[in-house]
């Protein structure tokens, strides 16, 4: 099993390879990467390092879609301009899968919004289980709770794929919201929305069964991760199976049991690290 790593705000880690992405085609080792850009992502790049004649950069680098990080809720209030301002002010980051962005109990001083693929927040017990609270996605912000409350962190954060984030310091943030409440109130937003959602699992656990939990998590992680191909849904949700079950909140054993039998009845389809839906609506059905 690799040992999972904490990540610095300034540092890169990772293995010398040539790969494609949606901003180009990458390679280099640990701080000395190259990139070929496309035309896009040149307009919509976070860049540190030089830039050669054929649109290529070299150096540390980081790229984050502002397209994607303006869906977070910190941007909903700002016009482009304004948010592209913000944007170029915050901190990039990236990490690999397994990577520790920050520990339960750490003391909370940054809020997130990630770029790229999916960050688990999760919690140990003293007898060292683990559940997992949520699975976010691009376009979605954690690390707010500590502007308002300020204290330690109450889960750890940790990522499930390749992952690129953004974040800012609360002194940073505090500054930027006194000049702009229009910007608080959408922070308070969705602070209340993930109250109403915690709400709602801590209700599951209690009146639905673990078929029907199953099921909920593999339609909400669908319209967040889903995308249509022609047999179904495709949701690549890049969790073991041990980490949808601690999301569902049951044991392996018996998530993988419901899982098996929606497959049997054709409802579903498994994949390594991702599910095709096929019959949504029984889903939904079952769910209820």
Do not use: C
């Not at 993930?194 to 909920?216: H, I, Q, S, W």
């Not at 098996?260 to 498994?270: I, P, Y």
Request: aromatic residues 4%; hydrophobic residues 40%.
């Amino acid at each position: 099993m690799r040992r999972a790593r904490r990540v610095s705000a300034t540092g890169l880690s990772s293995p010398a390879r040539a790969r494609r992405t949606a901003y180009g085609v990458v390679t280099g080792t640990g701080s000395a990467y190259v990139v070929a850009l496309t035309a896009p992502a040149r307009r919509r790049a976070i860049r540190r390092g030089r830039s050669a004649p054929n649109g290529s950069v070299s150096g540390t680098l980081w790229l984050v879609d502002h397209d994607v990080v303006r869906r977070a809720p910190l941007f909903a209030a700002l016009d482009e301009q304004t948010a592209e301002s913000l944007i170029a002010s915050m901190s990039p980051q990236r990490l690999e899968r397994g990577d520790i962005l920050f520990h339960e109990g750490d003391q909370g001083d940054r809020l997130y919004v990630i770029g790229e693929g999916k960050i688990k927040l999760g919690r140990t017990s003293s007898d060292g289980r683990e559940n997992l609270l949520a699975i976010l996605g691009p376009g979605e912000m954690f690390g707010e709770l500590s502007l308002f409350d300020p204290g330690p962190r109450t889960a750890t954060a940790t990522a499930v794929a390749e992952t690129q984030v953004v974040s800012m310091g609360h002194e940073q943030l505090k500054e930027y919201l006194a000049t702009r409440p229009g910007v608080a109130s959408t922070l308070l937003a969705a602070l209340a929305r993930r109250l109403r959602r915690t709400n709602e699992v801590l209700a599951d656990l209690v009146f639905t069964d673990v078929p029907g939990r199953v099921a909920k998590a593999l339609l909400d992680l669908a319209d967040r991760f889903g995308r249509p191909v022609d047999d179904g849904l495709m949701v690549a949700h890049d969790l073991t199976q041990e980490e949808l079950a601690q999301l569902v909140g049951a044991s392996r054993e018996t998530v993988n049991k419901a899982l098996a039998d929606f497959a049997s009845r054709g409802w579903l389809r498994l994949e390594a690290r991702a599910v095709l839906l096929i019959d949504v609506d029984r889903l939904k059905r079952r769910a209820r």
